[in-house]
């Protein structure tokens, strides 16, 4: 029997989207992030906003807890409403 080769691909199963809820926006060193519903969002996953990437690492009801300027993004202020997205991907073994 001959031995099989897997290839690893990661899949985006979709993307999440929220929006900042804080009427002052947040500054570049807030690790606070309200958001208008975190019902998608759990912790160890990252988000964006603008171009910049946040890993959560704690949510209670709509506010989120996370360390900023991950994946060599930079902390940058965000106004109230800014768009908050998430993506979710799977890993895919292919024979």
Known sequence: MSARTFSEVQYLLSTNMT???DGDGINTTDTSV???SASDLQV???????????????ISSNTLTVTRAQNGTTATSH????????????NVYIA
């Open 79 to 90: 106004s109230d409403d800014a768009v908050v997205s998430s993506k979710i991907w799977t």
């Open 34 to 36: 309200v958001v208008d």
């Open 44 to 58: 160890g996953q990252v988000i964006t906003m603008g171009t910049e990437d946040m890993l959560i690492t704690a």
């Open 19 to 21: 929006a900042l809820n």
